[in-house]
């Protein structure tokens, strides 16, 4: 979905939407929407700037980084985002741009990609490493099974090499 800013009455909008999980996925390799997802918000023109602000609701899916089974996130957030156009953005000299310009997003200067918002504002609340429970056992690297639901009799080594040379000694 896109907000077209021509459309908009007075400078303001309102949107809002619920992405069926095919509209969206994959939100990137290893995250997937497995709900429909609501979003609403505002958007409000201000000179060369474009202010969007809005919330998110949604249920994705991502993989347990040690034993890669699906962990359930729900994800319940605010943002609010600030937009330049891509040629007023140029126009200004690098050195114009302050600090707080470093902020902007960039955009076409027809339109706000309520998608895109979307997609990235979700990956920002999906933290880096992901487990299914914080003493998830894993994968065995020598056969492959998943340790949370069965038991192989690989021999692995778990002794920290620091610790093994200090056995030898005695
Ligand atoms: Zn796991
Ligand atoms: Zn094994």
Same mark, same amino acid.
């Given at each position: ?10 400078? +303001? ?6 992405y069926q999980p095919d509209e969206l996925n994959?939100?990137?390799?290893? !995250? ?9 918000? +505002? !958007?409000? !023109? ?59 997003? !960039?955009?076409?200067? +027809?339109?706000?990609?309520?998608d ?50 200090? +056995?030898?000694?005695?």
């Amino acid at each position: 979905m896109r907000v077209e800013l021509e459309n908009l009455e007075g400078g +303001k909008g309102e949107f809002a939407h619920v992405y069926q999980p095919d509209e969206l996925n994959p939100i990137d390799e290893r !995250v997937n929407l497995i709900e429909p997802a609501a979003t609403s918000g +505002k !958007v409000r !023109v201000a000179g060369n700037e474009v202010f969007v602000n809005g919330h998110i609701n949604a249920l994705v899916q991502v993989e347990c980084d040690r034993c890669l089974q699906p962990v359930e996130l729900p994800v319940n957030t605010d943002f609010a985002l600030d937009y330049i156009s891509g040629a007023e953005y140029e126009s200004t000299a690098a050195a114009e741009l302050t600090e707080a310009d470093l902020s902007l997003s !960039v955009f076409d200067g +027809k339109a706000i990609d309520i998608d895109e918002i979307v997609k990235e504002q979700i990956l920002l609340t999906v933290p880096a490493r992901t487990l299914c429970r914080d003493d998830c056992k894993g994968i065995c690297p020598e056969c492959g099974i998943d340790r949370n639901t069965g038991e192989c009799s690989c021999v692995t080594d778990n002794t920290d090499p620091r610790w093994a040379a200090l +056995k030898n000694l005695t």
